[in-house]
């Protein structure tokens, strides 16, 4: 074996140190490094370093199944963590270590309750002590569930009766007030709505139907409610005609060929001339017509000034409509001075107007706070009243033909009276056909064409 030459570089530059070969060292202090992590063959015993085999090397029959190795492999530390542990024998060489408690940011809470030192301190802890027994209290009768029946739910009470203060006979405390003091004293006021202390309608619960409306009327209540009906189908004709009039009516009819004419009009309007349809005809054409002068869509605007004495006589124009303006709203002065009477007049009929306005407003207003409210999407519609023709009455119940419907009635009542919102009866759904298609695996079999050749076969010979 033959020892590589060294090279004998000149070591002048740094550059020159690059290219030494120091393999050697790089390799020694591997092992040292090696030696600290796992510890020298001196320092280890032999029971660590050989092994004695007493057992007959025989091929071992795997006992474990899969289920127990899936547990034992659960156990095992996963393989991602095991960079994490520290497997290396060198010893930390900084063996006391500075360690410096960080301070925690705020109160300690802990530290004041178990060891309390000032006089917060105490105080802190007894108001914890009761707010804890409420807690408890609150908690017993809530898990009891026994109703606080103590209050009568129908007596109208003042909430500034049970805090002391609140109420006074001069009314220095105003209701706002006393309600802002009560929510900061942990009594807060529920607001309600108004519509809580008065009724939202005015209708009865059970009203009574009308008398025509009996099995045996008499003639003068059956004659009533038949007119009453009858003057409400007369109004809702009248608003369909209405209507009629003014939609269906209001347009004219044309036959199919006369819209198509119409049509065809509209369209062909701005090609032509005013009574000339032929084009050879037209005279803006440069190829036909002789005399045609071009005459652009926007030709320029010749920029004219006025002169000195038509901007003079403008100006005087100006101050003499001035001085006729003036002359003309002294003139109205005049004669408004002469007619305060009759402005006065003017002024007291328009007050009566207006006074008389807001009345109307203002019991149209209370009409509609007790009138039906829409709940829903639907607005209320009275329903038509039940009717018995004069030859359908008779003078047993038996025979009578019924027309209402007790639970219908309820139900509309319900609704009148604001407890349910208006509904429409909806019928059956129609499902949309669904167009099925059999599978080729449950299609039938269809008949060949070497089977058919065979029964015309069979058919030849037999005939």
């Known amino acids: 074996m033959s020892l590589t030459k060294r090279k004998r570089v000149s070591k002048k530059n740094k550059s020159a140190w690059r290219k030494a070969d120091i393999e050697d060292i790089e390799n020694f202090l591997e092992d040292r490094r090696q030696e600290e992590r796992i510890g020298t063959f001196s320092e280890k015993q032999n029971e660590d370093l050989f092994h004695i085999d007493v057992i007959a090397t025989e091929p071992k029959r795997n006992l474990v199944t899969e289920k127990q190795i899936r547990k034992l492999n659960a156990k095992r530390p ?10 290396s024998k060198v010893k930390d060489p900084i063996v006391k270590r500075n360690t410096i408690k960080q ?3 705020g109160r300690d809470i802990e530290k004041e309750v178990h060891d309390p030192v000032k006089p917060r301190h105490f105080q802190a802890n007894q108001d914890r002590a009761k707010y804890y027994e409420k807690l408890k209290d609150r908690l017993k009768k809530k898990s009891s569930r026994i109703p606080n029946i103590d209050k009568d739910i129908w007596t109208d009470s003042d909430f500034r009766d049970n805090i002391p203060g609140l109420k006074d006979e001069k009314g220095w405390i105003s209701q706002s007030l006393s309600l802002y003091i009560a929510k900061n004293m942990g009594k807060p006021v529920i607001k309600v709505h108004d519509s809580i202390r008065h009724r939202t309608i005015k209708a009865k619960k059970f009203g009574t139907p009308h008398p025509g409306m009996s099995y045996n009327p ?6 009533k409610l038949v007119s009453e009906v009858l003057e409400k189908e007369k109004n809702i004709i009248k608003q369909e005609k209405h209507l009629e009039r003014v939609t ?12 198509e004419f119409l049509r065809m009009k509209e369209m062909r309007s701005g090609f032509e001339e005013d009574g000339s349809e032929d084009p050879d005809n037209d005279s803006r054409n440069p190829e036909t017509n002789e005399n045609f002068t071009y005459q652009t869509s926007n030709p320029p605007v010749e920029n004219k000034k006025k002169s000195k004495q038509a901007r003079n006589k403008g100006l005087k124009q100006k101050e003499l409509e001035n001085k006729a303006l003036e002359k003309k709203m002294l003139k109205k002065q005049i004669a408004d001075l002469n007619r305060i009477k009759s402005i006065k007049k003017e002024i007291l009929h328009e007050e009566e107007s207006l006074n008389v306005l807001k009345k109307s407003r203002k019991q149209a207003a209370l009409k509609k706070k007790y009138e039906t409210k829409r709940l829903g999407r639907l ?3 009275e329903p038509d009243e039940d009717i018995n023709m004069p030859e359908d009455l008779s003078g047993s119940m038996r025979n009578i033909k019924q027309e209402s419907s007790l639970l219908v009635d309820r139900f509309k009542n319900l609704q009148k009276q604001n407890m349910l919102p208006v509904s429409v009866t909806v019928g059956k759904q129609k499902t949309p056909k669904v167009k099925r298609y059999p599978r080729s695996s449950h299609k039938d079999h269809g008949i060949s064409f070497q089977t058919l050749r065979e029964q015309r076969i069979v058919k030849k010979k037999v005939s």
């Open 248 to 259: 269906t009516r209001m347009f004219n009819k044309v036959t199919p060929e006369e819209k």
């Open 103 to 105: 301070k925690k940011a």
């Open 218 to 223: 008499s003639l003068e209540d059956h004659q």
């Open 379 to 381: 607005k209320f519609i």
């Open 78 to 87: 996963m393989k991602s963590w095991q960079t994490l542990e520290n497997d």
